[in-house]
């Protein structure tokens, strides 16, 4: 490895769903993906949610459920 990194990164969601898999998966892509493109180790990797989109409250003319 040619370093170590710590992150934090901002994530959507859809909602109802299990946030925290959602949350796991989305450490594991982008620390995979770190060691591979950047040959760094990941020491730590934050994922906050900012933002969940209701299937059940859009409409089909809205993009987004703020």
């Known amino acids: 490895m040619l370093g170590e990194v710590r992150a934090r990164i901002a994530v959507e ?3 109802p769903s299990d ?3 959602q ?3 989305v450490r594991r892509q982008v620390t ?3 060691r591979a ?3 760094l180790d990941v020491s730590d990797l934050v994922v906050s ?3 969940l989109h209701s299937v059940h409250s859009r ?3 809205q993009e987004r459920v703020t």
Do not use: F, K, T
């Open 37 to 39: 493109w950047a040959r």
């Open 19 to 21: 946030i925290g898999a």
């Open 59 to 61: 409409r089909p003319d």
């Open 13 to 15: 969601l859809g909602y």
């Open 49 to 51: 949610v900012e933002r």
């Open 23 to 25: 949350c796991a998966a």
């Open 32 to 34: 995979e993906r770190l």
